[in-house]
C-alpha cells in the first residue's frame, strides 16, 4: 500500500484539500493518503521543510506538494525521483532542496492529456494534475508514461554560507514556530570549540536547550544537522529581534 | 473499507474530533477516516464547500459533517443517501446544495435510540449521534434500521441568479482563502463573449490568472463551473473591498 | 492493525508532525496514524483533552502525546499502559488525568538507547525517542523491553472541588474553543435541584443550550460528566468575563 503524503497552502475551510484527497483515493483507492499540513506558506520554507521530513518516511513513499502561487500561468508541473521517493508538484522551486541533496534525481514536465480523462481546470490544478500524477505513482505507472524528461526545473537560490580558515559566515534561513532560529551553517564544519556570534552577542554551543539558564540562549547542532539557536523557554526570535536573512557568525 | 471524511467546526484544541473519531474506529474498525477540517463556520459556507468535494471521493465514501451551532435544541439529526454517496449530520441547512444538485436523493431521521448502548449527551452529538450513525453505514446498515424517511428536511437559502435575455444579475456567494471570489453565475451561462461587472469595473472573461498582468483582476470559469474573479498574484477581496453578498453583473 | 493518535504542540508549518509520522510508519509501515492536533498549547489542558477522547478509541489504541515544553532537559521520556490503551509522551504532567482515572496503571521510563539506532538529537524528541517507541507497542514489543518501571511519574496539580453538606465549591479548569465553560464538579454529586452559582448569577441546571433563551445562560452536565457553564449561542466565556480558575459555587 502506498503512502502519499499531501502537503498544501489551501487552508482549512475551502475544502480544496478534500478534493485532491478524494482524487487520489477514487484513483487508488488503496493508497493512504497522509496529510501532512494545509498550512504551508512560501516556496523557500516548503523547500526547507520537506527536505525535513520526506527521507523519515518509508522507501516508496509519494510527496505530493501544492505550494503554487502561479498556477495558471505557463509554470510546468512536475514529478521527479531520486531513487526511494517520489514527488510531484509545481515547479517553482519547492524541490530545490531535494535536488541538492540528491543530484542523481529525475524529474519529468507532467503531459496533462495523458492524465486520465477529467476536466483539467486552469486553476486548481491539486485536484486535476497533481493528484492524479500521485495516484499514477502510487499504482506503479512509471513517470516516463505520462511525463518528459528535462534538466533545467527551476531552483530557488539557497543561501549557502561562506567558509573561511577561521570563520563561518552564514544566515537565519527559518524560524520554526517555536521561534527557533535555523541556520544555514552545517553541524559538521563547526570543528572543537565554536564561538557564534549573532548581533554582538557570543553564544557557546551546547548540546540541549536547558544548557542555557532560563531565559538565556544557547547554540546547538539541531535535528536537521544545522546551527540553531534556541532560548531556554522562551523564543529566540523574539529575544534577538531578528528575521529570516539576519547574519549569524562562527569562529572556529 | 469504507472511507467516512469528517468535517467540523471543533477547532484544533478541544479533541472533540479525536473523540468522533474513537468512536466510529470503536464501532467500524475497518472504517478510514479522513478528516478534512475542523475548522469549517458558516452553514452556508459549509453546504458549498461539502458540494465542492463530496463527488471527488470514491462512490460509498460516507461524509460526516458536523457544523451544529443549534445541537441541543429540537432540530434533527439526519442521514442522507443521493444513491452513490452516504452524508451524515445536523438537520440545519448544511447539505442544501445536495439536495438541489440530487434532487432524488433520499433523507432520514436518525432515532437515537437505535443507536448502540452508549450515554447520549445532550451537547455532544458528533460523539453520541453522529459518529455511530456514520459508522452504522460504514458497517452496510441500511438508514431505514435506525432512522424514518422525512420528506422536509432543512434548507438554507441559496442566492439564485437573475437571468435575462442580455443580462445575468448574481453575486459573491464565497470568498476563499487566497480571496478568490465565486460567484452564483454558471459558466454555461455566458455565452461567447460575456462582459462581467463588479462595482463598476468592467472585466473580460479569461482562462488563468496569468490571463490578467499581475495585479489586475480577471474573470474566469472556476474550477466548480462556476464563474469566478481573481487578481493574478494578490487577494481580490481586498482590490475590489467586496464581501458574499456583493452583486455582480455580467452582459451576454 | 494498531491504531496511534498524535496529539502535539508542533503547529502546521514546519513538519516537525510529518517526521514524527514518517518516523512510526518506517518502523511499524502496518500502524493507522491518526492525528489528532498539531495544536495543543498547555499541559494541563493536554491533560484535560486526552482524558475526554482516549477511551473513544478502541482497546489497543496507542496515544502519542507530545506537548513538552522542557525537552532537552532531564525530564524522562515515558511509556505507560492502563492494560487496555498505551500512551506515549514527556513525563511533565500530560498524563496526569488517566494516572488519577487509573490508579493501577503502569509507568515506565524510556531507555533511548534501547530504542532502534538512529540519531537521537537533543532536540527533537518525538521524533527520535517517542515515535520510535510508539511504533514499539505497535509491534508488540512490551515496555519492559526498552524502558524501566517507575513509580515517581510526574502529575500537575488538578484542582478538586470542597464538598460538603450543602454546597460544592469548584472552578472553571477549561475554557472550550466555542467559550463553554468547565468546570471541576462532577454531575454525580449535584442532587436533585442545585442552584449553580457564577459571578453572583445563579443558574439552574438544564439538559440543553435550549433550555436557556437565546443569549442566555445555562448549567447543564456536559460529554465529560462535568458542571458546564454554555450560553445558548453565545461564548459564556465573553459573557460572564471568566478564565479557567475563575470559582463556581453549587447549593445543593
Request: one cysteine or more; proline letters at 6%; aromatic letters at 10%.
Amino acid at each position: 500500500m502506498a503512502i502519499i503524503t499531501l502537503a498544501t497552502d489551501y487552508g482549512n475551510s475551502d475544502g480544496y484539500n478534500a478534493a485532491v484527497i478524494g482524487v487520489i483515493k477514487s484513483l487508488s483507492p488503496g493508497a493512504e493518503v497522509i496529510e501532512i499540513t494545509n498550512g504551508f506558506s512560501s516556496i523557500a520554507k516548503t523547500s526547507l521543510v520537506l527536505w525535513r521530513y520526506y527521507s523519515q518516511f518509508p522507501k516508496g513513499t509519494i510527496h505530493l506538494v501544492v505550494i503554487d502561487p502561479t498556477v495558471g500561468t505557463s509554470r510546468r508541473a512536475l514529478v521527479g525521483t531520486d531513487g526511494n521517493y517520489c514527488f510531484v508538484g509545481p515547479d517553482n522551486g519547492i524541490f530545490t532542496r531535494i535536488m541538492e541533496a540528491c543530484p542523481d534525481s529525475q524529474w519529468y514536465e507532467i503531459d496533462p492529456t495523458r492524465l486520465p480523462a477529467n476536466t483539467v481546470s486552469n486553476t486548481f490544478h491539486g485536484r486535476d494534475i497533481f493528484a492524479p500524477a500521485a495516484a499514477f505513482f502510487a499504482n506503479g505507472i512509471l513517470p516516463e508514461s505520462f511525463s518528459k524528461k528535462i534538466n533545467d526545473a527551476v531552483k530557488v537560490d539557497i543561501p549557502k554560507p561562506i567558509i573561511t580558515a577561521k570563520r563561518i559566515s552564514g544566515e537565519i534561513i527559518d524560524i520554526d514556530s517555536f521561534g527557533n532560529l535555523i541556520i544555514n551553517i552545517s553541524g559538521e564544519s563547526l570543528g572543537d570549540k565554536p564561538k557564534v556570534i549573532l548581533k554582538g552577542k557570543k553564544l557557546r554551543l551546547g548540546k540541549f536547550y536547558a544548557d542555557a539558564r532560563p531565559g538565556n540562549p544557547i547554540a546547538y547542532i539541531g535535528s536537521l544537522g544545522l546551527l540553531e539557536i534556541a532560548l531556554n523557554g522562551k523564543r529566540a526570535d523574539k529575544y534577538f529581534q531578528v528575521k529570516v536573512g539576519t547574519p549569524v557568525k562562527v569562529t572556529i
